[in-house]
């Protein structure tokens, strides 16, 4: 296969509807502005509502992303689960600071959220993991060492059947102790709206230390 045409890839873009946000759209807290837009898009039927990109970095600043799924907001912040030991995982041991972004780019948005790391109590990581499938559940137990390179896929396929073994006469199964959710306190949440000739409108709250009220909305040059 020859390589593409840089051409072709300059090309490609995508026209957006001339459709607005203004600061009077917003709800005064980030997180009620994210849940309304969040609820527009599950309305929509657009698939995977909820994944995310999720950036880390190590301890040197090397980024990296992945996407995962959003389980849980509230005031406090954006909550997801994994394994402790990931990649992932161990950039935010190393450097607890995280950036998601929920790429809604079918309809012309995306929000951008920035902010500190810190793992969720284990009481909150229990009472997610019984809402799991139980091959979902069984999964967490088998992929202990995530991110790490494996001999093939029968190896990964073995792993799984062993736990499935050993929880045979388990009713309900704990979640392995090196696995469980994360909360980014958000320090900054962009909400971005396509608009016509590329002048988008991003309108970014900005947490304000000791404030009250704590956000401060700022518009960014598109």
């Not at 992945?66 to 041991?93: I, P, Q």
């Not at 790391?117 to 992929?143: C, H, I, M, N």
Request: aromatic share 10%; glycine share 6%; charged share 25%.
């Amino acid at each position: 296969m020859s390589p593409m045409d840089p051409d072709r890839i300059a090309a490609l873009r995508a026209q957006y509807a001339d459709i607005g946000l203004d600061e009077a759209d917003l709800q005064a807290e980030p997180t009620a502005q994210f849940e309304r837009w969040l609820g527009e898009v599950i309305e929509l039927g657009i698939p995977e509502p909820n994944a995310m990109v999720l950036s880390t970095a190590d301890a040197t600043g090397r980024p990296s992303s992945r996407h995962v799924l959003l389980k849980g907001v509230s005031l406090e912040g954006f909550v997801f689960f994994t394994n402790y030991g990931s990649r992932k995982g161990l950039e935010m041991a190393a450097n607890p600071y995280a950036s998601l972004c929920f790429p809604w780019f079918c309809i012309g948005r995306q929000v951008i959220v920035t902010g500190s790391v810190s793992k969720v109590t284990e009481v909150e990581t229990a009472a997610y993991f019984r809402t799991r499938p139980r091959d979902s559940q069984l999964g967490a137990w088998a992929s202990a060492r995530q991110s790490a390179p494996v001999e093939s896929r029968e190896s990964l396929d073995d792993a799984f059947a062993a736990v499935r073994t050993r929880f045979a006469d388990t009713a309900e199964i704990a979640p392995p102790p090196f696995w469980g959710g994360y909360r980014v306190r958000p320090d900054t949440v962009e909400f971005w709206q396509g608009r016509v000739a590329r002048m988008h409108d991003r309108l970014r709250y900005r947490r304000i230390a000791d404030a009250e009220p704590p956000w401060v909305v700022e518009r960014l040059s598109p």
